[in-house]
């Protein structure tokens, strides 16, 4: 089987680096791809919106041996969590199994809105310089990015919005929803209903807050392993 691991909003391919290497000390051989716009890797012509990254991921697997030659399983947190459900409901068939973690799924106009406040890069770059700081390290231009993610946000629940039917309708895809128990962004209350469904499981990590660079890299390589055995 091949792993695949998509990193969340605001994210690179670094951020996947620890859960990969401790799969590696476990045996398991996992490949991270960096959404274009993300980190190093210019946007080119994907467009910066959950189908836009939908499509992208698509033809990075159909063209890439790595992943397309056996089953594929998918690890995506936050924001990569959706994408590859929303790649699963647009391109059916394409992934065996899927684990996200932390995934919001409760958008709407509001609830987009309430996010995007917090995505002002001189806000940001003022009230957090820390954060900011860690943006400027990750990313070629952070505060383009900042901006990209927060418009991202704004089009989910009015155009690129899942469509539960419609993906369980034509897929066959193994699906685990996973959250952190301190997970603040995500509430049990979505996920679990998404779960509902999606026909999918539901499972918390006790302890665990949402910002992947708290998440307890052990336990979830641990979990992951187990799934795919």
């Not at 499509?55 to 056996?70: C, D, G, M, P, V």
């Not at 996200?100 to 940001?124: H, M, N, Y």
């Not at 990750?138 to 009015?158: G, Y």
């Not at 469509?163 to 603040?184: F, V, Y």
């Amino acid at each position: 089987m091949n792993v695949l691991l998509l990193h969340g909003a605001l994210g690179s391919a670094l951020t996947l680096d620890p859960l990969k290497h401790e799969l590696k000390n476990i045996g398991i051989e996992a490949m991270s791809l960096e959404f274009p716009g993300h980190g190093s890797t210019p946007l080119g012509k994907t467009e910066f919106t959950i189908s836009g990254y939908a499509n992208w991921l698509r033809a990075q697997i159909a063209n890439t041996e790595q992943l397309r030659s056996k089953p594929l399983f998918v690890f995506g947190y936050s924001m990569g969590g959706y994408i590859a459900l929303k790649m699963e409901e647009l391109f059916p068939g394409s992934i065996h199994s899927l684990v996200t973690l932390g995934t919001k799924f409760e958008w709407t106009v509001d609830s987009a809105r309430a996010e995007t406040k917090k995505l002002i890069p001189d806000v940001i770059e003022e009230k957090v310089p820390k954060f900011a700081g860690m943006l400027q390290e990750r990313h070629s231009d952070w505060k383009e990015v900042v901006r990209s993610t927060a418009k991202l946000m704004n089009t989910i629940p009015t155009q690129c919005a899942l469509q539960p039917e419609q993906l369980m309708s034509n897929s066959s895809t193994n699906i685990i929803i996973a959250r952190g128990s301190l997970d603040e962004m995500v509430s049990e209350a979505e996920s679990t209903q998404m779960a509902g469904s999606l026909h999918a499981q539901y499972r918390e990590f006790e302890g665990m807050p949402h910002p992947i660079e708290r998440i307890n890299v052990a336990e979830v390589a641990a979990f992951l392993q187990k799934e795919m055995a």
